[in-house]
C-alpha cells in the first residue's frame, strides 16, 4: 500500500503504510482474548488466551556452513500472516520478534531466519522469539508472553552453535554497493540533516546509513524493512527501490522521521 504526500507520517498512532490508516502499533483490534494493561519487554501489551489452543514456538539454532547460524521458528496453532500485519488481532496469527540479549534486531514473518556472524558480538548470548497478533499486541498465557529461547556463543572466528528451547538475510551492506547514500545521525531526539524527501529511480539502491545515539529499529515503511540500530553505532541498510511511490523511514522507539523516499 502506498501513501500520497500529504498523508505520510510517522507511527505512534499516526497513519503509515505500515499499519491501518489511523491506528497504531499497539492500538487493540479485535475481540480475540483479552487485553491486558501489561506490556513485554519492550512495551507491547499482552494479549491474554486461554492455555488450551494457545501459540506455542520453540526455537532451534544451527550453525551455517558459510557465515553465522539458521534460526527455525517451530510453531504450534500459529501461522504467519505477513499480508495482514498492522489489522485485526486474529487467533493464532501473526508476526514474531528477534531478540539478542533483549535487544530487537529483527522482525519475523516466516519459519526461518538466517543471523550473520557480524550481528552478533564475541561471547555468550540469549536470542529469544516473542510471537505477536497483526495488531502488535504480545500473545499471552499467564500473564506471560508467548516465546522461546536459545542459547548461542559466538567466538572471534565466527560461531560456535546454539541450543534452543521452547516456550531474512542480513540487511546491512557496503555503501558503494548502492547507487545512492543517505547518511543520518539521531542525537538528543534530533535528526541531522533535518528529514527531506530522496528522489530515486525505480531500480535503484539506495544506503541508508544511520547513527543513532541511543538503540532503536530503522523501518521502512512501504517496504517493511528493519534494520536494528545499536547505540552510538553506525547501522547501514541496502534498499532496492523496486516500487514507485513516497516512503517513510522512521525510528520505532522514538518515532522519528529519518528521510522520505520518493521512487518514481
Same mark, same amino acid.
Given at each position: 500500500?502506498?501513501?500520497?504526500?500529504?498523508?505520510?507520517?510517522?507511527?505512534?498512532?499516526?497513519?503509515?503504510?505500515?499499519?491501518?490508516?489511523? #491506528?497504531?502499533?499497539?492500538?487493540?483490534?479485535?475481540? =480475540?482474548?483479552? +487485553? +491486558? #494493561?501489561?506490556?513485554?519487554?519492550?512495551?507491547?501489551?499482552?494479549?491474554?488466551?486461554?492455555?488450551?489452543?494457545?501459540?506455542?514456538?520453540?526455537?532451534?539454532?544451527?550453525?551455517?556452513?558459510?557465515?553465522?547460524?539458521?534460526?527455525?521458528?517451530?510453531?504450534?496453532?500459529?501461522?504467519?500472516?505477513?499480508?495482514? #500485519?498492522? $489489522?485485526?488481532? +486474529?487467533? $493464532?496469527?501473526?508476526?514474531?520478534?528477534?531478540?539478542?540479549?533483549?535487544?530487537?534486531?529483527?522482525?519475523?514473518? $516466516?519459519?526461518?531466519?538466517?543471523?550473520?556472524?557480524?550481528? =552478533?558480538?564475541?561471547?555468550?548470548?540469549?536470542?529469544?522469539?516473542? !510471537?505477536?497478533?497483526?495488531?502488535?499486541?504480545?500473545?499471552?498465557?499467564?500473564?506471560?508472553?508467548?516465546? $522461546? #529461547?536459545?542459547? +548461542?556463543?559466538?567466538?572471534?572466528?565466527?560461531?560456535?552453535?546454539?541450543?534452543?528451547?521452547?516456550?531474512?538475510?542480513?540487511?546491512?551492506?557496503?555503501?558503494?554497493?548502492?547507487?545512492?547514500?543517505?547518511?543520518?545521525?539521531?542525537?538528543?531526539?534530533?535528526?541531522?540533516?533535518?528529514?527531506?524527501?530522496?528522489?530515486?529511480?525505480?531500480?535503484?539502491?539506495?544506503?541508508?546509513?544511520?547513527?543513532?545515539?541511543?538503540?532503536?529499529?530503522?523501518?521502512?515503511?512501504?517496504?517493511?524493512?528493519? !534494520?536494528?540500530?545499536?547505540?552510538?553505532?553506525?547501522?547501514? !541498510?541496502?534498499?532496492?527501490?523496486?516500487?514507485?511511490?513516497?516512503?517513510? =523511514?522512521?525510528?520505532?522507539?522514538?518515532?522519528? =522521521?529519518?528521510?522520505?523516499?520518493?521512487?518514481?
Amino acid at each position: 500500500m502506498l501513501l500520497a504526500g500529504g498523508a505520510v507520517t510517522g507511527c505512534g498512532g499516526r497513519a503509515t503504510t505500515h499499519h491501518k490508516p489511523g #491506528t497504531s502499533h499497539e492500538q487493540a483490534s479485535g475481540d =480475540v482474548g483479552t +487485553l +491486558l #494493561t501489561a506490556t513485554d519487554a519492550v512495551g507491547h501489551r499482552l494479549r491474554e488466551v486461554p492455555a488450551q489452543g494457545a501459540p506455542e514456538v520453540q526455537l532451534t539454532v544451527r550453525p551455517d556452513s558459510e557465515d553465522g547460524w539458521n534460526l527455525q521458528l517451530v510453531v504450534k496453532n500459529y501461522r504467519f500472516t505477513p499480508d495482514s #500485519t498492522g $489489522g485485526a488481532a +486474529l487467533p $493464532g496469527a501473526g508476526h514474531a520478534h528477534l531478540e539478542l540479549d533483549g535487544r530487537k534486531l529483527a522482525r519475523l514473518y $516466516g519459519p526461518w531466519f538466517h543471523l550473520p556472524a557480524a550481528q =552478533v558480538p564475541e561471547g555468550a548470548h540469549t536470542l529469544t522469539v516473542r !510471537l505477536y497478533a497483526d495488531d502488535h499486541t504480545a500473545w499471552a498465557v499467564s500473564g506471560k508472553p508467548v516465546e $522461546g #529461547t536459545a542459547e +548461542l556463543t559466538a567466538s572471534a572466528a565466527g560461531q560456535t552453535g546454539g541450543h534452543g528451547h521452547g516456550g531474512a538475510p542480513s540487511q546491512s551492506a557496503a555503501p558503494e554497493q548502492a547507487d545512492r547514500t543517505v547518511t543520518i545521525t539521531v542525537r538528543d531526539g534530533k535528526v541531522s540533516p533535518a528529514p527531506a524527501r530522496t528522489e530515486l529511480r525505480r531500480g535503484e539502491r539506495v544506503a541508508l546509513r544511520v547513527t543513532s545515539d541511543r538503540a532503536d529499529t530503522l523501518h521502512v515503511h512501504g517496504y517493511d524493512k528493519e !534494520l536494528a540500530l545499536p547505540a552510538g553505532q553506525e547501522a547501514t !541498510l541496502i534498499l532496492t527501490a523496486d516500487r514507485t511511490g513516497l516512503f517513510e =523511514v522512521e525510528t520505532h522507539e522514538s518515532s522519528l =522521521v529519518l528521510t522520505q523516499l520518493l521512487v518514481r
